[in-house]
T-cell receptor
Framework: DQQVKQNSPSLSVQEGRISILNCDYTNSMFDYFLWYKKYPAEGPTFLISISSIKDKNEDGRFTVFLNKSAKHLSLHIVPSQPGDSAVYFCAALGSSGTYKYIFGTGTRLKVLA | ETGVTQTPRHLVMGMTNKKSLKCEQHLGHNAMYWYKQSAKKPLELMFVYNFKEQTENNSVPSRFSPECPNSSHLFLHLHTLQPEDSALYLC???????????????????FGEGSWLTVV
């Protein structure tokens, strides 16, 4: 049972435009969410996080939005740059004392120059 | 540079070999993790260590044997692996494990660059 889902395996966006990556979760006990970026042959790099007490967190070109009622979060990248082309993973952590980060399967973003 | 270093980056081994993956973190973290990433699958948690003590074994076969001599070092010993064990093995660390006192920022895990393992 996939508790964290990234339903779009790939996304192509023109340079300078907005990239929106989506993530859905099923467990209402998740209260901390993270986005990671992964280049080929490298480990995932932490990008941005959000706790359930917020609905938005911004860091430069990256903004994460959380809609708790819909159990949905999204990562916005504005403006998109060719160097943003990578696989993006969302991850969730529960509040029940578990330390198991549950990861989605990833979305491959391609930013076209 | 994430502060988590893994060696070797690439490893090819036969099914009867014994090898080890090494991970070292320079972040002063207390928790360390091994994850496995196979093609088109989510990252799978394998083992968790907190203050050198193993706190999680996610039903990993015994042909994978972890070792954590201190909070900065983590090993994954490999023996009699199968071709389906070929994958990217990722080490990670975090300041705290789970719901610690450091707030949410203490929960963020930082990954190494991974060790690509091919079993032939």
């Amino acid at each position: 049972d996939q508790q964290v889902k990234q339903n779009s395996p790939s996304l192509s966006v023109q340079e300078g435009r907005i990239s929106i990556l989506n993530c859905d979760y099923t467990n209402s006990m998740f209260d901390y969410f993270l986005w990671y970026k992964k280049y080929p042959a490298e480990g995932p790099t932490f990008l941005i996080s959000i706790s359930s007490i917020k609905d938005k967190n911004e860091d430069g070109r990256f903004t994460v939005f959380l809609n708790k009622s819909a159990k949905h979060l999204s990562l916005h990248i504005v403006p998109s740059q060719p160097g943003d082309s990578a696989v993006y993973f969302c991850a969730a952590l529960g509040s029940s004392g578990t330390y198991k980060y549950i990861f989605g399967t990833g979305t491959r973003l391609k930013v076209l120059a | 540079e994430t502060g988590v270093t893994q060696t070797p980056r690439h490893l090819v081994m036969g099914m009867t070999n014994k090898k080890s993956l090494k991970c070292e973190q320079h972040l002063g973290h207390n928790a360390m993790y091994w994850y496995k990433q196979s093609a088109k699958k989510p990252l799978e948690l394998m083992f968790v260590y907190n203050f050198k003590e193993q706190t999680e074994n996610n039903s990993v076969p015994s042909r994978f044997s972890p070792e954590c001599p201190n909070s900065s070092h983590l090993f994954l010993h490999l023996h009699t692996l199968q071709p389906e064990d070929s994958a990217l093995y990722l080490c990670a660390s975090s300041q705290e494990m789970g719901r610690g006192t450091g707030g949410f920022s203490g929960n963020t895990i930082y990954f190494g660059e991974g060790s690509w393992l091919t079993v032939v």
